[in-house]
């Protein structure tokens, strides 16, 4: 079971994947599509609010907010990624729940991102905010890190999250039954 959307002009065929016994998502992924991660990027930035650095979650929002970056003549964004690594010079962190995740995750914001972050204007950007759980933890760190949440942005909004005023999307993405009809 497929389900086919236009995403920034593009059309897409987006498998439907069962979450549990009662909801099935279509997942969306961005990797390794390079015409429809420069394609939103592109959209995205139309309509961005002002701001001085973007943050984006490890894994699937990295090639988002590179290319958002790239695009916008941005010399560094940064990212909350998912383990601390031996280069971080200290970490900040706060704990999600994601849908498309079957356990809490913690993500982590280097101490060194953060001191940059302090009093400046953080554009937060993600391929799909659905929850918004994932949303939120990223949030925490730019309140963490001293920054100013300028905006909120993601390619798809899904579920609850098609009716927040506080983010910006590209197009709407359905939940589905688990026969694939949509909720």
């Given amino acids: 079971m497929v389900y086919r959307m236009q995403v ?15 909801l099935s998502i279509a997942g969306f992924v961005i990797f390794g599509d390079q015409e429809l991660t420069v394609a939103c990027a592109r959209e995205l930035l139309k309509r961005a609010p002002e701001y001085d650095y973007i943050l984006t979650a490890e ?3 990295i090639p988002l907010g590179h290319e958002m970056a ?4 941005a010399a560094k964004y940064f990212l909350a990624r998912k383990a601390p690594k031996l280069y971080m010079s200290g970490v900040f962190s706060s704990t999600v729940k994601s849908i498309t995740t079957a356990k809490e995750q913690t993500l982590y914001l280097d101490v060194a991102d953060a ?7 953080i554009l937060i950007v993600d391929d799909v905010i659905s929850t918004g759980e994932s949303l939120a933890a990223l949030e ?13 942005m993601a390619i798809l ?12 999307y590209l ?3 359905p939940l589905f039954h688990p026969d694939g009809t949509q909720m």
């Fill in 70 to 73: 790239r695009q916008s003549g």
């Fill in 115 to 121: 001191d940059q972050m302090k009093g400046k204007k």
């Fill in 59 to 61: 894994a699937k929002g």
């Fill in 171 to 173: 197009e709407k993405l």
């Fill in 140 to 152: 925490a760190l730019v309140e963490k890190a001293g920054g100013i949440v300028s905006g909120r």
């Fill in 8 to 22: 920034a002009g593009l059309w897409r065929e987006l498998p439907i994947c069962p979450v549990s016994d009662t």
């Fill in 157 to 168: 909004a899904e579920g609850d999250a098609q009716d927040r005023s506080d983010i910006i």
